[in-house]
């Protein structure tokens, strides 16, 4: 077993973290940009190396820095959390050279599955279904507009190196497809330095559904069932829960099967998450794999009794898994609280908050690195706490958290704890009756702003 490990992350991931090694006896080192100095997962951890200044290319996506802190303190894994380098072959490749372990994916890994248009390809070798699209690449506008029109309209044109909705455009005429393939193409370039763009038939009233697999060194994978990520604001996930309300028995099985055959078929290493997309007539296809550990694992670990961060410590350290497949006896829900106005467009809210009061009580659980006085950063990601409500029964995981967002107080900044409470009172929330457009008709309703 590993005797320290170093959590390339910030946050509330790296204090998740941080806790999970504690239990297991592991010693931790955290790194910090100047801007985190005063965060909780710097004070938690046995040691802490500052590693750069706010802007994360100068600290937190630095892997010089992140390398020489391990060096220096002797650890002997690095935890990449979610985000940042978490999904980087070069990373994981650059921890292998080191005699560093990565806790993750292996570089070869990362590169299959990392790439959209890579992953799909290996997927159709592995006979997962996907959504019928182009084959890699779209060579220029010529080939989009012939393979749109045989396809048939709507499509979806996707960046290949895409994430959180950039490079993305959906067309439902073929008027419109020569102005947003160059959009597409030209917000690509300047968010990731990539331009290349596929296509795909656009799935009509579609759900976001993904399942959480764990494989070992050994090339055995499980899964842990499902999760629904479908209320979505521009392809941002706001709240999740499992299992899904559009679930049956027969399609849990079917994807659970093609998501463990995904694993196998890469002999993939660690905690993973294969994504789907699931139509009106619950077909599903393969959307992409996400090799690293997710925002939104806790619901899984709650409706399981399973802490996800020791399985992928374990894993790396080569112990084999059990194989087990498993399948929720409870139902859990996740709201993602930001620094966000929900009132003005879900405007960023950096700054220091004034008073924080945490919910509490049976079934409840919060994850988060902030507290009173603690000052936001305008520098990264606006989540600063996720808050997970388990029960018997959906009624009952829905009824608590709103009795847990009612108790949830933070003031100094706009949060979206306004927007959960009015969520979990809308009537299609209600009847699990939401797909990825939900957010597309969702207003707020006017009441004094917080």
Known sequence: MFKKILIANRGEIALRVIRTCKEMGI?????????????LHVRFADEAVCIGPPPSKDSYLKIAHIIAAAEITNADAIHPGYGFLSENANF????????????????????????????????????????PGSDGLLKDFKQTKALAKEMGYPVMLKATAGGGGKGMRAVWKEEDLQKAFESAKQEAGAAFGNDGMYMEKLIEEPRHIEIQIVGD??????????RDCSVQRRHQKLTEETPSPFMTDELRDAMGKAAVKAAEYIKYEGAGTVEFLVDKHRNFYFMEMN????????????????????????VAAGVPI???????????????????????????????????????????????????????????????????????????????????????????????????????????????NYTTKFMEDFKMKPEVQE
């Open 322 to 432: 059990s194989g087990k497949n498993y399948t929720p006896k409870l139902h859990s829900i996740e709201c993602r609280i930001n620094a966000e106005d929900p009132y003005n467009d879900f405007r960023p809210s950096p700054g220091r908050i004034t008073t924080l009061h945490a919910p509490g009580g049976h079934g409840v659980r919060l994850d988060t690195h902030v507290y009173s006085g603690y000052i936001i950063p305008p520098n990264y990601d606006s989540m600063i706490a996720k808050l997970i409500t388990t029960a018997q029964t959906r009624e009952e995981a829905i009824h608590k958290m709103k009795r847990a967002l009612d108790e949830f107080v933070i003031e100094g900044i706009k949060t979206t704890i306004p927007f959960h409470r009015q969520l979990m009172d809308h009537p299609d929330y209600i009847a699990g």
């Open 217 to 226: 060194q050994f090339g055995k994978a499980c899964h842990l069932s499902e």
């Open 291 to 314: 090799t690293r550990i997710q925002v939104e694992h806790p619901i899984t670990e709650q409706v399981i009794d399973y802490d996800l961060i020791r399985e992928q410590i374990l």
């Open 27 to 39: 010693k931790t080192v955290a790194v910090y940009s100047t801007a985190d100095a005063e965060s």
């Open 92 to 131: 994981s490749r650059i921890c292998r050279e080191h005699g560093i372990k990565f806790i993750g994916a292996s570089p070869e890994q990362i590169e299959r599955m990392g790439d959209k248009a890579t992953a799909k390809a290996t997927m159709k070798e592995a006979n997962v279904p996907t959504i």
